[in-house]
Nanobody
Framework: VQLVESGGGLVQAGGSLRLSCAAS????????MGWFRQAPGKERAFVAR????????YSADSVKGRFTISRDNAKNTVYLQMNSLKPEDTAVYYC?????????????WGQGTQVTVSS
């Protein structure tokens, strides 16, 4: 199984980025997909998740109304649209896959992509 994130970078506060995570080696539609982030000196934190067919999403309070998770099962890809970015959103962002909805210990993880928001 391989999860490969892309789309990170440097952006000014108030700007937008769209992260992508391409999955291979698994039956993508059988997995709940999640995004997590880890800021320097902090523990990894949940950002958002999306159910197998995309009908249910859930986001952390800190990103609600600004970030949107979506998926394209035909492309084996999950996305994270991030708008109105703030400096506190700076972190390494990871995608993860698990067959269970609501899991904290996801089975598979990507290598991460850096997002830096300047003030």
């Amino acid at each position: 199984v391989q999860l490969v994130e892309s789309g990170g970078g440097l952006v000014q506060a108030g700007g937008s980025l769209r992260l992508s995570c391409a999955a291979s080696g698994l039956t993508f539609s059988s997995y709940v997909m999640g995004w997590f982030r880890q800021a320097p000196g902090k523990e990894r934190a949940f950002v958002a998740r999306i159910s197998w067919c995309g009908g249910r999403t859930y986001s952390a309070d800190s990103v609600k109304g600004r970030f949107t998770i979506s998926r394209d099962n035909a492309k084996n890809t999950v996305y994270l649209q991030m708008n109105s970015l703030k400096p506190e959103d700076t972190a390494v962002y990871y995608c993860a896959a698990d067959p269970r909805l609501g899991a904290y210990d996801y089975n598979y993880w990507g290598q991460g992509t850096q997002v830096t928001v300047s003030s």
